[in-house]
C-alpha cells in the first residue's frame, strides 16, 4: 500500500494570505496524484489531478506541483470559502486508491 | 450533470450485513468510460477507498477490506451497490458512492450516507 502523508495537520491563514500545503508519497507515484477540498458535512470535491492540473471550474488562485514522492498544493489569496480540510490522493497504485489524512485550512 | 445517491439503513447490528445502493442520474452507469467506487470516512476522520466495479462486471476491491466487500451493479437501474459483511463498530462512517473518471481521480460524489454500526 502505498502511504500518503500530509502536512501540517493544520494551518492558520488569514484571509488573502497564501497557503502551501504538503503531501508525501511512501513511494513515487509519478504524477498521479489528486488534491480534494471537503467542507463539513459536504463530500469532497476534486480540485487537481495529475498533480497539477486544474479540474472543471476550479479557480486560478489553486495551483499543485510536484512529482515522485513530493507535492504541493498552493492556494494564493485565501478567500471565506477556501477554509475546509484538504486531501491528497494517490492513483498511481490505481488498484488500491489511498488518501492522505489531511490538512485542515482555519481562519488565523 | 451526473448525480449520485446513496440510500440504505443508517443503523446496522454487529456481525451482519451492511448494504448500500447507490443510483445514477444525468449518465448511464454502463457508458463503459468510468468506475463507480465507494469511499468511506469514519466521524473526524480521513478517507478510505473501498473499492470499485466497472464494465459491468469487473472489480477492484481495498486489500484491507477485500475479504468482506462485494461492489455488484444494476445496468437496468442505473445503481451499483456495497455489500459488507461482518460488520463492527470500527466500519461505522459516512459512506459515499462516486463516480471515478481517468483512472483514479474522483469527479463527482455522493452527498454521504451515515452508517452506524451498533446493537
Known amino acids: 500500500e502505498i502511504v500518503m502523508t500530509q502536512s501540517p495537520a493544520t494551518l492558520s491563514v488569514s484571509p488573502g494570505e497564501r497557503a502551501t500545503l504538503s503531501c508525501r508519497a511512501s513511494q513515487s507515484v509519478y504524477n498521479n496524484l489528486a488534491w480534494y477540498q471537503q467542507k463539513p458535512g459536504q463530500a469532497p470535491r476534486l480540485l487537481i489531478y495529475g498533480a497539477s492540473t486544474r479540474a472543471t471550474g476550479i479557480p486560478a488562485r489553486f495551483s499543485g506541483s510536484g512529482s515522485g514522492t513530493d507535492f504541493t498544493l498552493t492556494i494564493t489569496s485565501l478567500r471565506s470559502e477556501d477554509f475546509a480540510v484538504y486531501y491528497c490522493q494517490q492513483y498511481y497504485n490505481w488498484l488500491s486508491l489511498t488518501f492522505g489524512g489531511g490538512t485542515k485550512v482555519e481562519i488565523k | 450533470q451526473v448525480q449520485l445517491q446513496e440510500s440504505g439503513p443508517g443503523l446496522v447490528k454487529p456481525s451482519q450485513t451492511l448494504s448500500l445502493t447507490c443510483t445514477v442520474s444525468g449518465g448511464s452507469i454502463s457508458s463503459g468510460s468510468y468506475y463507480w467506487s465507494w469511499i468511506r470516512q469514519p466521524a473526524g476522520k480521513g478517507l478510505e477507498w473501498i473499492g470499485r466495479i466497472y464494465s459491468s462486471e469487473n472489480t477492484n476491491y481495498n486489500p484491507s477490506l477485500k475479504s468482506r466487500v462485494t461492489i455488484s451493479v444494476d445496468t437496468s437501474k442505473n445503481q451499483f451497490s456495497l455489500k459488507l459483511i461482518s460488520v463492527t463498530a470500527a466500519d461505522t462512517a459516512v459512506y459515499f458512492c462516486?463516480?471515478?473518471?481517468?483512472?483514479?481521480?474522483?469527479?463527482?460524489w455522493g452527498q454521504g450516507t451515515l452508517v452506524t454500526v451498533s446493537s
Open positions: 462516486a463516480r471515478e473518471a481517468v483512472a483514479g481521480t474522483v469527479d463527482y
